[in-house]
């Protein structure tokens, strides 16, 4: 079968990070290269064949590509692996269409449960390099169960969920984003009066935005976005205002009657979610959250340089949001839930239902074959400046799949 494959080249991975520098991920020296690999063989009888019919480019996988995030997570990835993680495809066995709930917590691994993974937090599995398959953080970075940039590839039944005819395959294909970005909202409390800064309007950010806006509506959402087309889709998914980076501090100054102390606030926003976690984001995000009040890490920190005195002195909460799993929202009204049920609400789940509701699928502005992959991946690199917001891959062009809404070719 055909697939994009990532080899382990300290090498390459050291020159794809000084070619990101000027923009380029496509340098002759780059880790990923299309190949003619076998198909994966399933451990055991618990694993299906998926043909992906779409499977999505996430920032994760920029910044892996290009040597920007951390090695810190290397011992949880087995090479060589096959990138890919957003995926909606079809099960061979029953030709049905599904979306891959990707984390590979115990149950994938045909292991007893650990003490997370049996309450439903899947994203913190204590077991990741054990079991039925070799290491991996989810499908998309294990050797064993190939990835969405590929033709064909393995999920186990517990990560599969069949997906109703009305939602379309773009819609499907920004479900695991949704689900990230949904769990992102739900890491913190926050009340209807709070307000609220997505810092970042990339697809985290601006689903971040509509997961806000849906579920909780607090009393404003400031989103901080640098294009044109990211700037639109913040406002129709549910921001407030949007702002240029360089005038977020003013704009939070404005809205909270603050005053300024040096380059900080005196107050600030309630929550602030920052859906790109670079060093420099990180420092104005501290600058602008009130004494008190939290940050969320939505995007995909590495290694960061930053000056953390603010954060001890004005004794902020700064959390981390990855993935998905059961979540906990005693402190919010969500309409889409039923209060009065025992059972934790699974962020996939929700993300399942709300895809169609928020049309998410509008995001997906690119789509490319697994041939075209340096064009494909160019466009993700700079997808603020190419108008684009979410790229993906149409591994098997041969699959034709009628739904209500579309068919994809």
């Known amino acids: ?112 449960l650990c003490n997370n993974c049996s309450k439903g937090f899947i994203d913190n599995c204590l077991r990741l390099n054990e079991g039925d398959i070799k290491a991996g953080l989810q499908t998309g970075y294990c050797n064993s169960t190939s990835g969405g940039w590929s033709e064909q590839l393995l999920a186990h039944e517990s990560q599969l969920h069949e997906l109703p005819e009305d939602i379309t395959n773009s819609d499907a294909v920004l479900i695991e984003p949704l689900a990230c970005a949904i769990h992102t909202v739900l890491r913190t409390p926050i009340l209807a009066s ?42 129709r998914f549910g921001a407030d205002q949007v702002v240029s980076p360089d005038r977020v501090g003013p704009s939070v100054r404005r809205l909270t009657r603050s005053t300024v102390i040096g380059g900080t606030l005196s107050s600030g926003s309630d929550v602030v979610f920052d859906c790109i976690a670079s060093s420099s984001s990180i420092a104005e995000c501290i600058k602008i959250t009130r004494p008190k009040g939290s940050i969320v890490l939505a995007g995909m920190p590495g290694n960061v340089k930053i000056d953390l005195t603010f954060l001890w002195q004005r004794e902020i909460n700064l959390l981390g949001a990855y993935t998905y799993g059961n979540e906990s929202i005693d402190h919010l009204k969500i309409g889409v839930l039923d209060k009065q049920s025992n059972l934790k609400p699974n962020s996939f789940d929700l993300a399942i239902e709300l895809a169609p509701k928020l049309k998410v699928g509008t995001l997906l502005t690119h789509t490319y074959d697994l041939a075209h992959y340096k064009e494909a991946l160019d466009i993700a690199l700079n997808s603020g400046s190419k108008g684009a917001i979410k790229v993906a891959f149409k591994p098997n062009l041969k699959q034709r799949l009628k739904t209500k809404k579309e068919e994809i070719n």
């Not at 949880?76 to 917590?105: W, Y």
């Not at 985290?204 to 294009?227: D, F, Q, W």
């Open 194 to 235: 709070d307000r609220v800064v997505v810092y970042g309007c990339g697809t985290l950010g601006l689903l971040t935005i509509s997961a806000l806006k849906s579920l909780i509506n607090p009393k404003e959402i400031i989103a901080v976005a640098k294009y044109p087309l990211q700037k639109e889709i913040a406002l």
């Open 1 to 112: 079968m055909k697939a994009l494959v990532v080899e382990k080249s300290l090498t390459k991975f050291g020159a794809a990070k000084v070619s990101s520098v000027f923009k380029d991920i496509v340098n002759p020296h780059f880790a990923l290269r299309l190949s003619q690999i076998p198909e994966k063989k399933r451990p055991n009888e618990n694993w299906v064949e998926v043909e992906p019919i779409l499977s999505g480019i996430c920032g994760s996988d920029i910044s892996m590509l290009t040597g920007n995030s951390s090695r810190a997570l290397e011992e949880f990835v087995s090479f060589p692996f096959v990138p890919g993680h957003e995926i909606v495809g079809i099960r061979r066995d029953t030709n049905k269409r599904v979306v891959i709930e990707a984390v590979l917590g115990c149950r994938t691994r045909g292991l007893e």
